[in-house]
């Protein structure tokens, strides 16, 4: 069984907060132009803290869920953006790999 750091309290504590958040956001607001930019905050945040428990780079899929969400909010999630955001983060996770 793995041992829990100092830093993974801070990590829970983070994600429970910003889940309690989001879903507090999106079950009590209507969705309006000021809760969006919020809203995509506080799910960077929530998934940004599920990822660095599970993998050792966090950035990476983060970076491709969030940027899936922005593509799908503006309407722009055809194939040829999801392969350059695929591409993208192929990129940064050579990038990290190789740090």
Known sequence: MRKFKK???????????????????VLSFPPENYTIPLFFLLLFLV???FFSFVMPFTFS??????G????RY????????LLL??????ALF???WHK
């Open 74 to 81: 503006f309407h722009m999630d055809n194939l040829v953006n």
């Open 7 to 25: 830093g993974d309290i801070l990590k829970c504590i983070v994600f429970l907060s910003s889940l309690v958040g989001a879903l507090y956001l």
């Open 47 to 49: 998934f940004f803290t």
């Open 61 to 66: 899929p983060t970076t491709a869920v969030i």
């Open 94 to 96: 050579v990038y990290e």
């Open 68 to 71: 899936y969400f922005l593509l």
């Open 85 to 90: 955001l695929t591409a993208l983060v192929l």
